[in-house]
């Protein structure tokens, strides 16, 4: 026999035991990512390499959102200088296309920062849909202070079987990286905090500069990163290029760390 | 008259060249220091740009409540010598702030202003289109404009939208021609001011030889402000 001798029952207390643990954990977390995607992934990693507490939230069972893929089916994925230097930082292999364009296989690119974010220590839930935030209030101000989460399967399920209450998880602060869907900051807009501006027309050359440069705090305790920030702010909208991904995270994770109390 | 150029500094732009360019029609023209950075300490302006924002190509209402963030950065852009861009903005609307901050000095009787901007401008008809020159006073040039403005031929897209790209020769981000297309352009405002002060219409010019020629197409401005020729008739304004 190859392998140890095992039960079932080891095997799921295993699980059972160690998701448990890391869950008892994440119900208070410093900082929670709604997007398991580029920004979402590339934000986690730089905040958890800096000892912070973050827990990505992902609706899908796989992480990397779009980032598998670069349009139109085809995976590869392009980054325009200099968000290579971030990929050099995270070992993704890439070739140069032309000056200041790079073209990488979206498997490698995509496991790469998966992987670099989970060995920095960001803790992940997949299957997890974002529902709602926790709003606080204080002195008169409101702030985020964490999100309000369900099994992902839930919504697909006939209302009649399903009467499954969500469960609240608090944190400093909630990074909006949901991508177009932008959920945390509709929940917002929903609640009448905030306007959104929905996305501009298409327009590749100069909108990267304009996602990284918009990322920020666009509400207490709620910052706002890679096309979600297309969608608050209404920029034109980006092609298949994640340049403006990896460094809106980066960002989002710098402005996050510049404020957080430790 | 006085023909005052103002404008950022921009890496593929030579202004002594433009400005001995503008000398050869008898104007006594010079370069003066960017007005929206020389204005840019003005705690109202950020606002006011980023109010002007085009936000949706098809809907002529602009970001009337623009949030804080959007104000900020544009309060950092407004500061930075080379300024990001990314986002479109009312050409009109770039024109009147410009006209507020400066009107004490559009004296149409002393000097004539020509601003460079280094971001996109637009102007809505049936949706917002990107353009190259603003007719206003001051006159509003957009640099990034003459790339993004005119169309190339729709081959060109067709190709884009089959996934490969077509080498033509358009006018491109860092392209040493566009020099050369802005004096096309700046004979174009000065024939604007022109007409202004003489209070006589102002209308493009039917030869698509002329640099008095609205170029819709990048084949055009290749042709009609690249060359800076002008026709007969508008030569004759000039001298």
Known sequence: MIFAKKGESEVTKAIVESFLSMFKESIKSQVIIIGGGPAGLTCARELAKNKINVLVIERNNYLGGGFWIGGYFMNKVTFRAPSNEYLDEIGVKYEKVEEGLFVSDGAQACSKLIAAASDAGAKFLQLTDFEDVIIREKDGKAKVAGVVVNWSGVKGLPRQITCVDPVGLESEFVVDASGHEAHVIKALEKRGYIKTKGMGAMWVEASEDAVVEHTGEVFPGLIVAGMAVSETFGLPRMGPTFGAMLLSGKRAAEIILSKIKY | ?239
């Open chain 2, 1 to 239: 008259m006085k023909l005052i150029i103002s404008g950022p500094d921009f890496e593929d732009i030579n202004y002594n060249e433009i400005i001995n360019f503008v000398k050869k029609f008898n104007f006594d023209a010079q370069k003066e220091e960017d007005f929206l950075l020389k204005f840019s300490q003005y705690d109202f302006l950020p606002e006011k740009f980023a109010k002007i924002r085009v936000l949706d190509p098809y809907k002529k209402e602009l970001n009337e409540e623009p949030l804080e963030l959007e104000i900020e950065y544009e309060r950092s852009n407004l500061k930075r010598k080379n300024r990001k861009r990314g986002i479109i903005y009312s050409g009109n609307h770039f024109v009147k702030i410009l006209k507020e901050l400066l009107k004490e000095r559009l004296d149409l009787k002393k000097e004539w202003v020509i601003y460079f901007s280094d971001q996109l401008l637009s102007t809505f008809e049936d949706r917002w289109h990107i353009r190259v020159i603003i007719f206003g006073i001051p006159v509003v040039i957009s640099v990034p404009g003459i790339v993004y403005g005119p169309a190339r031929d729709r081959e060109y897209y067709l190709a884009r939208e089959m996934g490969f790209n077509l080498n033509c020769d358009y006018i491109k981000e860092k392209d040493e021609r566009k020099t050369d297309v802005l004096k096309g352009y700046i004979l174009q405002a000065i024939y604007f001011y022109k007409c202004l002060y003489e209070n006589k219409e102002f209308k493009f010019c039917e030869d698509e030889n002329c640099s008095i020629y609205n170029s819709h197409w990048q084949r055009e401005v290749l042709n009609a402000q690249l060359k800076q020729n002008l026709c007969e008739k508008h030569l004759k304004e000039f001298f």
